[in-house]
């Protein structure tokens, strides 16, 4: 079997994007609970990206895509809190890319 998944640029982004928040969650001190709940926000875009594209109907493949993106925005606001809402263009610039190729998928499946 192989797992397709694996090649979307999406999914490569997400993975990278997960690495960044573990780098500014090392690099910055924050609540214990946001910490949690930006590393747990960061692995949904992964899980959702992997799991919708397993799904065999569409509905069910822009869920999880819709999930993902929700996630996105939860991670924004996450760096929010951190940043006191001054957050690195960079981020916010992946935040942004990574949204609109969620954004594409979702609109792929609405049928």
């Known amino acids: 079997m192989s797992f397709q998944f694996r090649n979307m640029n999406v999914y490569k982004k997400a993975l990278f994007y997960k690495k960044t928040i573990n780098t500014i ?19 949904s875009i992964v899980l959702n990206l992997a799991e919708g594209f397993g799904r065999f109907y569409s509905r069910d493949k822009k869920r999880f895509y819709i999930t993902a993106r929700g996630s996105v ?39």
């Not at 090392?26 to 692995?43: E, H, L, P, S």
């Not at 690195?88 to 594409?104: H, N, Q, R, Y």
């Open 73 to 111: 925005n939860e991670c924004v606001a996450c760096a929010d809190i951190i940043y006191d809402s001054n957050i690195p263009d960079s981020f916010l610039k992946d935040s942004e890319e990574i949204a609109k190729m969620l954004t594409g998928l979702i609109n792929r499946y609405n049928k």
């Open 25 to 43: 969650l090392r690099d910055n001190k924050t609540d214990k609970d946001i910490k949690d709940q930006f590393k747990r926000a960061a692995t």
